[in-house]
C-alpha cells in the first residue's frame, strides 16, 4: 500500500473552497508536493511545501503542512470548473524520489 | 519554468512487437529522470530511476529486461517496452529535476500505450 494517504473523492460547488488531506509517514521528508493531472495528460506542480513553513500561499492556493501530525492540505479558493482534477500529495523519499498518494478526484459543480 | 517533452503521446501497437517512449528535458540538463506507469483512476507507480551515463535503478517487481531504460544524454531518457503484451496496456510517465533534493520533478505529458 501507499505511505501516502489522501480521501479519494472530493464535490465542491462552484465559488465555495475546496480543502484536500493528506497524511504522510516519512518524519525526514524535506518537501511535500501538490500536483494536479487533467483527464489524459501528465501531472502538473501546483505547489510545495518545505517542511520548516507551515503554511504557503500562492493565490488562490494555501497549503497547511502539520509536521507533528504528518498532515498536509491543500485548499483551493472560490473554485472554478476548470479545477476539476485529480490531486496528487507527494513527499520526498531518501532526498530524491517522490511517493505519492492515490490522488483525490475532484469534481465542482454549478 | 521547466518543461519536460515526452514522445509519443500515444501509441498502438501489436502484441509481441517493441515500442520506444522518450523523455526530454527541454531547458534544463537532467542527471535523473524516473519513469512511471499509472493504471486507470489509480496513483503513480515508480518503475525505475534513469541515470545518465549509468544503468538505470528499478523499482521491486519491475522486470528490467522488459522495461529497457537508456539515459544516453542529459537532456534524454528513454523507456522500451520490449515484446509488449496487452498487460503493459497503460500510461506511462517520465519525469525530471534540474537537481537532487529541493528542485521538484517536472512531467511530461505521459504516453498512452495500447497494446493489441
Known amino acids: 500500500g501507499e505511505d501516502v494517504e489522501q480521501s479519494l473523492f472530493l464535490s465542491v460547488r462552484e465559488g465555495d473552497s475546496s480543502v484536500i488531506n493528506c497524511t504522510y509517514t516519512?518524519?525526514?521528508?524535506?518537501?511535500l508536493y501538490w500536483y494536479k493531472q487533467e483527464p489524459g495528460a501528465g501531472l502538473q506542480l501546483l505547489t510545495y511545501?518545505?517542511?520548516?513553513?507551515d503554511m504557503k500561499q500562492d493565490q488562490r492556493l494555501t497549503v497547511l503542512l502539520n509536521k507533528k501530525d504528518k498532515h498536509l492540505s491543500l485548499r483551493i479558493a472560490d473554485t472554478q470548473t476548470g479545477d476539476s482534477a485529480i490531486y496528487f500529495c507527494?513527499?520526498?523519499?531518501?532526498?530524491?524520489?517522490?511517493?505519492f498518494g492515490a490522488g483525490t478526484t475532484v469534481t465542482v459543480r454549478a | 519554468g521547466a518543461v519536460v517533452s515526452q514522445h509519443p503521446s500515444w501509441v498502438i501497437c501489436k502484441s509481441g512487437t517493441s515500442v520506444k517512449i522518450e523523455c526530454r528535458s527541454l531547458?534544463?540538463?537532467?542527471?535523473?529522470m524516473f519513469w512511471y506507469r499509472q493504471f486507470p483512476k489509480q496513483s503513480l507507480m515508480l518503475m525505475a530511476t534513469?541515470?545518465?551515463?549509468?544503468?538505470?535503478?528499478?523499482e521491486q517487481g519491475v522486470e528490467k529486461d522488459k522495461f529497457l531504460i537508456n539515459h544516453a544524454s542529459l537532456t534524454l531518457s528513454t523507456l522500451t517496452v520490449t515484446s509488449a503484451h496487452p498487460e503493459d496496456s497503460s500510461f506511462y510517465i517520465c519525469?525530471?529535476?534540474?537537481?537532487?533534493?529541493?528542485?521538484?520533478?517536472?512531467f511530461g505529458n505521459g504516453t498512452r500505450l495500447t497494446v493489441t
Open positions: 507527494a513527499e520526498l523519499i531518501d532526498d530524491y524520489k517522490l511517493s
Open positions: 516519512d518524519s525526514s521528508s524535506t518537501y
Open positions: 519525469s525530471a529535476r534540474e537537481r537532487r533534493g529541493a528542485s521538484p520533478l517536472h
Open positions: 534513469s541515470n545518465e551515463g549509468s544503468k538505470a535503478t528499478y
Open positions: 531547458d534544463f540538463q537532467a542527471t535523473t
Open positions: 511545501i518545505f517542511s520548516n513553513m
